[in-house]
């Protein structure tokens, strides 16, 4: 197994180290993400269900993508790349905030992450990696907040903390994408 290094960062996303990935989430340490939200014109959120080999949250609904850049690279890199790999997509990004969160996973992991959110605007058909990606769909908004609210189990913690943000910033006529 080749081992992935993940970029250790302080409170204000300021670079002071790398860890290898698992001991990373072992020891809670807070390191450098991205999260890609892909909407199409129609305003219908694309989403993807984790493989259910991944590591933690497998088998849950979440974002178009999510990854660690490696050490060097840059957060929008690594959303271009990410967004490549899992669903077989091109478009444009726009980092629109990031935020940072700890969450207990299972596995004894935990998810400490400075995480660096994109938002991308496509009609392009998702083709999946399905060693990264079970399924896709597309959702309204509105489905996406009720099936949230009634059965929050089924989507990533990390998604469920963000939606509404990005949502909200979807919103405002002022941030065009």
């Known amino acids: 197994m080749v081992e992935t290094y993940v970029v250790l960062v302080d409170e204000n ?9 698992m001991q990373a989430h072992k ?3 807070l390191h450098r993400a991205i999260s890609v939200f892909i909407i199409n014109r129609k305003g219908d959120w694309i989403m993807q269900k984790r493989a259910n080999d991944k590591y933690h949250s497998k088998g849950l609904w979440t974002n178009a993508c999510c990854t660690h850049p490696n050490p060097g ?6 959303a271009k790349r990410r967004l490549m790999e899992e669903m077989g997509i091109k478009c444009s990004l726009k980092e629109v905030f990031s935020f940072v969160y700890r969450e207990k996973l299972e596995n004894n992991l935990t998810e400490h992450e400075y995480d660096h959110v994109f938002i991308g605007v496509t009609d392009e058909h998702p083709s999946i990696n399905t060693s990264e990606v079970l399924d896709w769909k597309s959702i309204t908004f509105d489905d996406l907040q009720k099936d949230i609210k009634n059965n ?7 998604f ?3 939606y509404n943000d990005v949502h909200n910033h979807l919103l405002n006529k002022n941030n065009r994408i």
């Open 13 to 21: 996303d300021n670079a002071i180290g790398v860890m290898e990935k």
């Open 27 to 29: 020891l809670a340490k």
């Open 73 to 78: 690279e840059s957060v929008y890199d690594a």
């Open 152 to 158: 929050p189990a089924d989507y990533t913690v990390w």
């Open 160 to 162: 469920r903390t963000i």
